[in-house]
């Protein structure tokens, strides 16, 4: 019987052959499938993993297997082979590209907002690996320490790339990383695609240096104007520059975005930062996203 935040038996025949090889001589690994559903029992109610129930076997088993596969890039793996595409690291260590679409073909990006999630008070003051950022994707704002997430999703809504930072940093300096991340499946072999058809966002993105990478890049661009912005142009007058197009139709869609914000505050462990690394709260996402894309 599956229970409530457990993998239906379809999710865990795609799951199951992507996992790695034990490569231990000894005693049989706990069962896989048991563990991945305590790991998302603790992502959907975010109860401490000593509160995991006795079901899912020693919380430690659990903890421990989460804490591996989140700093080998396993659950990202998880993610990224099941539609065509390898990992791939970047240079911030908490920015990864997670998924791929299942339609081919070139693709409409929808980035953030970026939203910021509380943190608790034990998520402060740990001390990372070589790979963890200083801050921890830690930032001090308005509402106490908060971590800030820039997402960027498909037009359904799936998750394609995400880079934490902390709550206090500025939506559009983080474009460029986002959009770095963006991976996904074409027709034909080949690498991985990086060039979506359209970029969706809102006046938060509306920046010159933004634009500009755009139309290197030749990615159409959904993006409002600022109304300090707009003022400037009427103010100069025929000695402006033309106004960016601007697709009303398509800037409709944006709301998609909002929703994907949505599916990922239904894990409270994600809605509520309890980690104290930014590596295990990627790990969170990472586990929340692999149920989105299935």
Known sequence: MVRRHELTDGQW??????????????????????????????????VAWRGLPERYGPWKTVYNRF???????????LVSHRYGCSPRRSTNSTARSLSTPRSCGRISTLPGPAETWPTTQGASGSCGGHTEPDDHAIGRS?????????????????????????????????????????????????RPATTPSRVIADKGYST?????????????????QRRDQRANRRRRGKSGDRPPAFDPLAYKRRN????????LKQYRAIATR?????????????????????
């Open 13 to 46: 025949r795609v799951i199951e052959p992507l996992l790695p090889a034990s490569g231990v001589k000894g005693r049989p690994r706990v069962d896989d499938r048991r563990v991945i559903n305590g790991m998302l029992f603790k992502a959907k109610t975010g």
């Open 67 to 77: 804490w591996r596969w989140s700093r080998n890039d396993t659950l990202t793996t």
């Open 142 to 190: 308005r509402g106490g320490p908060t971590t800030k997430i820039h997402l960027a999703c498909d037009g359904h809504g799936r998750p394609l790339s995400v880079v934490l930072t902390g709550g206090n940093v500025n939506d559009c300096t983080m474009f460029g990383q986002v959009l770095a991340g963006i991976r996904f499946r074409r027709p034909g072999p080949g």
């Open 208 to 224: 010159q240096a933004i634009r500009a990478e755009l139309r290197r890049r030749h990615i159409s661009a959904t993006i409002p």
């Open 256 to 263: 998609i975005v909002e929703r994907c914000f949505n599916r």
């Open 274 to 294: 309890f980690d104290k690394t930014a590596i295990s709260y990627q790990g969170m996402i990472d586990l929340a996203t692999l149920l989105i894309w299935l």
